[in-house]
């Protein structure tokens, strides 16, 4: 019995011992900048795959035409008129995990002002990020009047929003929302409902122009039929003028003719006899 409570202790290590390698691996994983940029935005990609189709978005987009910069993704609203331009929604992740553990780690240990310090840090890092979205991103008509800064942890995006003003400064000075993934999440499904919208109107007129351009050349078969019908008419006119007095008169000067047996007419005549059904 002990050795086999030995062998369950053993084989739970291990598998701690592998728990522990994952949890270390996804800790450099995060530790290293570039890499936690990468799995934000492979996170926002997820979200708009899922709520949007892939003509209603696109990745790494060039909004300023005098500029090289391009934010990660952007939502394609529609322009103005058929031939313009789309006008871009700019969405670009930001990850400030160092500043988010430190909050943490000070909410945690239950002080008030190291909590304090590194919210107020967090929220300048947040401010200077939504400075340079603004600078690079946003340029009307080319792009919507404000962007969108995706925070991937919704526990990051709460801290950010336990301070009113600050969120509200940075849309009312940079013109810059910030949302979580429920937030984005439920942004998007609003613009798709737009879009039905949208596409539902167009189709609408579509339907519009054709019901038009259909009621114009009925009316052209209208007038058609009526000139057909009065070319009926002239034509029943003349067989009756044609078949009547003057099929009288023929047969009226032909009463004093001997009639012939229809085979020696037809033979006389080089006519193939047929019979006629009515």
Known sequence: ???????AVQKGLGEMRSLAGSVGDLKRVLTNVKVRGSWGEVQLRAILEQILSPEQYAANVAIRPDSQERVEYAVRLPGDGEQARPVWLPI?????????????DASQCGNEQA???????????LESEAKDVCEKYIAP????????????????YAEVLRDPAAAERLQRKYR???????????????????????????????????????????????????????????????????????????????????????????????????????
């Not at 008509?141 to 962007?147: G, K, N, Q």
């Open 115 to 125: 909590a304090g310090a590194a919210r107020a840090s967090l929220l300048k890092v």
């Open 1 to 7: 019995l002990v050795q086999r409570q030995l062998e």
């Open 176 to 278: 810059v929302v910030v949302a979580g993934p429920a937030t984005l999440a439920a942004l998007l499904s609003s613009l798709r409902m737009g879009f039905r919208t949208l596409a539902i109107q167009k189709r609408s007129g579509e339907v519009w122009t054709i019901l038009g351009a259909v009621k114009t050349e009925f009316e052209k078969f209208g007038v058609g039929l009526q000139q057909m019908q009065r070319h009926l008419n002239q034509t029943g006119s003349d067989l009756e003028e044609l078949i009547g007095p003057r099929s009288r008169a023929i047969t009226r000067k032909l009463e004093s003719v001997q009639q012939l047996d229809p085979d020696a007419a037809a033979d006389l005549l080089g006519i193939e006899e047929k019979s006629f059904s009515v």
């Open 141 to 156: 008509p080319h792009s919507t009047d404000f962007a969108l800064i995706f925070l991937p942890i919704e526990g990051l």
């Open 92 to 104: 670009d992740s930001k990850f400030p995990l160092e500043d988010y553990h430190r909050l943490c």
